[in-house]
């Protein structure tokens, strides 16, 4: 949204923040990644060219989120129970997209556990959870997995005794 309007104040107001923690959470994340997204000036941020390939990339990866989600909400009601495991990071993201599903799906529940990445990849590996999603830098051997969606980030599953979530969403990994 900040790469789209260049303020903050425009993505505070869609996102229900304040500018502080969607700077803090910018800040955060391009120490995570080693890079600087936005070029700041005293009236606004100026998207860089790494931000704005960064920025292609997350859109897509987004837009294929919600594509899997839309298909799973046109083949009806599900029920069922989903553990999921979110880094912090992302939980402003995933969170109301996540409860729009729940709320067009009143058979689903949900348990979302915040982690961070390695501690995400542990639950998954545990069968803790069914789902991690995350920056994930590597991933430890042993884990067999699909990419679902991925990017810089990625949305990832344990394919022990799951099935296959592209089947439902109709998304190529």
């Known amino acids: 949204i900040v790469a789209r309007n260049g303020t903050l104040q425009v993505a505070a107001a869609r996102l229900n923040l304040t500018a502080s923690a969607i700077s803090t959470q910018i800040k955060r994340l391009e120490e995570l990644l080693g890079v600087e997204l936005f070029r700041r ?7 860089t060219p790494t931000g704005e390939r960064f920025a292609a ?22 029920s069922g129970h989903v553990n999921i495991s979110l880094g912090g990071d992302y939980a402003w993201l995933f969170m109301p997209k996540i409860n729009s ?9 949900t348990t979302i556990k915040m982690h961070r990445a390695t501690e995400s990849m542990t639950a998954l ?30 949305i990832i599953f344990n394919e022990r005794d799951r099935p296959d979530p592209t089947a439902l969403s109709g998304a190529a990994g």
Do not use: C, N, Y
């Open 41 to 47: 000036t005293p009236s606004k941020l100026i998207i």
């Open 57 to 78: 990339d997350v859109t897509q990866l987004l837009d294929m989120a919600e594509r899997a989600l839309g298909r799973l909400q046109e083949q009806g009601s599900h």
């Open 101 to 109: 599903f729940l709320a067009q799906h009143p058979k689903m529940t």
């Open 125 to 154: 590996q545990r069968g803790q959870a069914d789902f991690s999603i995350g920056a994930f830098l590597r991933r430890p051997k042993g884990l067999r997995f699909r990419s679902v969606a991925s990017s810089t980030m990625s």
